[in-house]
């Protein structure tokens, strides 16, 4: 089927979606589905096997689509024939692929502990090129980019990622492949120290984050980049709700791991769903810590939004991809999230169909 055709054959259906999404936030977060999982849209696929690879994973239980790349038209028509919910996964502050601003704006990426550029000296791996959230004109920028995201009626809800600082330390599990032992927080992996982090920092403590003894220890140099973040969720919460649509976010895995190895507090956002990665592999855990996650997450929260598990599918097997997510259930979790929907094979699907049956 031309995509023409394909997108003006479910169009009426996009237009509804887009108006049951308004209301307050209560009833945003309220009619988010349970459960979800992530997408890479750029994919070579019809619009038709688009539509069939929706239908399959709604089968099974799935309720909502996290969808970064491809044609938001396309892939909006496609999961709103197929039932699920359309939502635009976005990279935040990571912003390696956004060739207007690595162009036009290089001072606004972050700087390290050593005075390195994230832009010329990308930590870890090539597309590690953070954007710092302090300035007022990378939060502006950004709220510019999920506005014009919520105005689009064929995109029913903004996810988004990588919404933090790098990571000062990487998950254990990592620590192998990179070749690292992080038993500290190093110099080259600590941000920010650009310009204006530290100006704004001394302008509200009188001491430059530079010249303090030991810039790890102290609690206020690392409340201030906690809240630097938090206050960039905010501006672009407030843009997507004033749209009338919901936001969440793919976070770490909880807060206390969240705020130590990536400084975000997300347990003190306005969004109305959070995905925390519970990657029990990466962290050389045991599928039961996903549930101990998960209850963590859910007393932080507090009941003012939900929480639906993020599940990584590499290391979890057709065998222990039901446990996984009954523990996940069981813990208090809203619903789960599986990475990624490429991932989910007859044989998983079948499992995931069998433990979210009657959810």
């Known amino acids: 089927m031309r995509r023409r055709d394909f997108v003006k054959r479910v169009s009426g259906a996009a237009a509804a979606l887009s108006v049951g999404a308004l209301g307050c936030r209560g009833t945003r977060a309220a009619a988010l589905p349970r459960h979800w999982t992530w997408v890479h849209g750029g994919a070579e696929r019809t619009p038709d096997e688009w539509l069939a690879a929706f239908a399959r994973v709604r089968e099974a239980g799935i309720g909502g689509v996290h969808v970064s790349g491809g044609d938001i038209e396309v892939l909006s028509a496609a999961a709103?024939?197929?039932?699920?919910?359309?939502?635009?996964?976005?990279w935040t502050?990571?912003?390696?692929?956004?060739?207007?601003?690595?162009?036009?704006?290089p001072e606004w990426f972050?700087?390290?502990?050593?005075?390195?550029?994230?832009?010329e000296h990308p930590p870890y791996v090539g597309y590690y090129r953070w954007l710092c959230p302090t300035r007022p004109e990378v939060r502006e920028y950004l709220r510019t980019v999920v506005d014009e995201l919520a105005a689009d009626p064929h995109v029913a809800g903004v996810h988004l990622d990588y919404v933090r600082h790098s990571d000062v330390i990487l998950p254990v599990g990592l620590w192998e492949k990179y070749g690292l032992v992080q038993d500290r927080e190093y110099p080259e992996f600590d941000f920010c120290y650009c310009?204006?982090?530290?100006?704004?920092?001394?302008?509200?403590?009188?001491?430059?984050?530079?010249?303090?003894?030991?810039p790890t220890a102290d609690l206020a140099w690392r409340r201030f980049r906690w809240d630097s973040v938090t206050g960039c969720v905010r501006v672009l919460a407030d843009a997507?709700?004033?749209?009338?649509?919901?936001i969440t976010a793919a976070v770490f895995p909880t807060p206390g791991i969240a705020r130590t190895l990536v400084r975000?507090?997300?347990?003190?956002?306005?969004?109305?769903?959070?995905?925390?990665?519970l990657y029990h592999g990466f962290y050389e855990e045991p599928v039961a810590w996903i549930g101990d996650g998960v209850r963590d997450g859910v007393g932080a929260l507090g009941g003012r939004a939900s929480l639906?598990?993020?599940l990584f599918l590499p290391d979890l097997p057709a065998a222990t991809l039901g446990d996984a997510v009954r523990t996940a259930l069981a813990a208090g979790a809203a619903g789960v999230a599986l990475f990624e929907m490429g991932g989910l094979d007859d044989e998983r699907l079948a499992v995931l169909s069998n433990a979210l049956a009657g959810t």
């Not at 039932?83 to 976005?90: D, N, S």
């Open 110 to 119: 972050t700087v390290s502990r050593e005075g390195k550029s994230t832009l």
């Open 195 to 214: 310009e204006v982090c530290r100006e704004t920092f001394a302008a509200q403590t009188g001491i430059d984050p530079l010249d303090l003894p030991d």
């Open 80 to 90: 709103q024939e197929a039932g699920v919910a359309f939502h635009r996964w976005i």
């Open 240 to 246: 997507v709700h004033a749209r009338g649509k919901p």
């Open 93 to 105: 502050l990571n912003r390696s692929g956004d060739q207007w601003v690595r162009e036009h704006h």
């Open 264 to 277: 975000q507090s997300w347990d003190e956002w306005p969004l109305d769903a959070f995905f925390p990665m």
């Open 308 to 310: 639906h598990a993020g």
